[in-house]
């Protein structure tokens, strides 16, 4: 089979990766599925969407059978941390047990299984964290992922499956976190914001890139995909705000235990992308220079 009849589907495909990297694959010429739960929210496109809830066995066999991806990359995830450490059993059956209901498809058809897990695997206590690290997650979201993770590797076939570990995804659009910032300091709010937590943040335009990459190379087995660029939460927010020329005097440095969240947070977990830069040929983009492009 050729590249470009290459069929992907995308789990997740509302949401702020899935919408990017759906487009991303539609212009390189991949036959793209777009799936996720409720109506589309996306225009403009020349691509299938169905409506997908992972955690359903019917619909995932349905849609699988239906259509025989040669690669599926899941990004369908319950994102919200505290309503994850809230809602624990609704946490597990979306972020981990849906893995169920694809594992059997993927071994019968042979598809690549590219899955989204994130830096919050690991506990935070050291930072510049690389593939093998142990994990030792801090909350049920973290929890929920790597037991995703766990059950991909203990079920697949080396050759079967990516993990991509990324970290703050930002990008353009309306739900996250470059635009909660842009319209809290746009209506004048006072935001208080965490020093004391370090983070990689992610351009999703080039997560997409790497995510094309690692198809195009059929790369498997464990990624970390970031900028590489390790940075305070308060750093990132000052950033855009000076990016967006908006007042800096009404961003407030606290610490996390002033912030009292549901959900524990990792002080670091700052990824190290050495691996992606050296297979993949992953060249991240800073953060001044992606917000440039966005805002
Ligand atoms: N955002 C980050 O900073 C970050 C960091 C590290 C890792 N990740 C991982 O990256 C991936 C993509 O994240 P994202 O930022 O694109 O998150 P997102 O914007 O929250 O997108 C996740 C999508 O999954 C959908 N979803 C939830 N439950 C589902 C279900 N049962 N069946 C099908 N779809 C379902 C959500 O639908 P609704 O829109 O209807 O809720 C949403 O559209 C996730 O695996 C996430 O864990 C994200």
């Not at 759906?22 to 996306?42: C, M, N, P, Q, Y």
Request: proline share 2%.
């Amino acid at each position: 089979m050729s590249l470009n009849n290459k069929k992907i589907l995308i789990t997740g495909a509302n949401g702020l990766l899935g919408q990017v990297l759906r487009l991303f694959l539609e212009k390189h010429g991949f036959v793209v599925i777009a799936t996720g739960l409720g109506s589309d929210r996306l225009c403009n496109h020349n691509h299938v969407y169905k409506e997908l809830d992972v955690t359903s066995l019917e619909q995932c066999a349905y849609v699988i059978n239906k259509y025989e991806p040669s690669v599926i990359v899941n990004a369908a995830a319950m994102t919200n941390v505290d309503e994850c450490e809230i809602s624990k059993t609704k946490c597990l059956a979306v972020n981990s047990s849906s893995i169920d209901n694809f594992i059997p498809h993927v071994i019968n058809y042979k598809i690549h299984l590219i899955q989204i897990s994130t830096d919050f695997v690991f506990n935070g206590f050291s930072g510049g964290y690389v593939e093998n690290d142990a994990c030792n997650p801090l909350n049920n979201y973290g929890m929920s992922k790597l037991s995703a993770e766990k059950n991909i590797k203990n079920n697949l076939g080396d050759e079967l499956y990516t993990i991509i570990r990324t970290s703050l995804i930002y990008g353009p659009g309306e739900n996250n976190f470059l635009a909660w910032v842009r319209t809290k300091l746009e209506t004048g709010d006072i935001l208080n914001i965490v020093h004391d937590q370090y983070r990689t943040p992610t351009y999703v335009n080039d997560l997409a890139l790497a995510i094309l990459r690692i198809i195009e190379l059929k790369k498997y087995g464990l990624y970390h995909i970031s900028s590489g660029e390790k940075l305070s939460i308060f750093d990132i927010v000052c950033n855009i705000a000076i990016c967006l020329r908006l007042d800096l005097s009404k961003i407030n440095k606290i610490n996390s235990r002033e912030l009292n969240q549901i959900a524990s947070r990792p002080s670091d977990s700052t990824l190290d992308i050495d691996k992606a830069i050296k297979e993949l040929g992953f060249a991240p983009t800073k953060l001044n220079n992606a917000l440039k492009n966005i805002l």
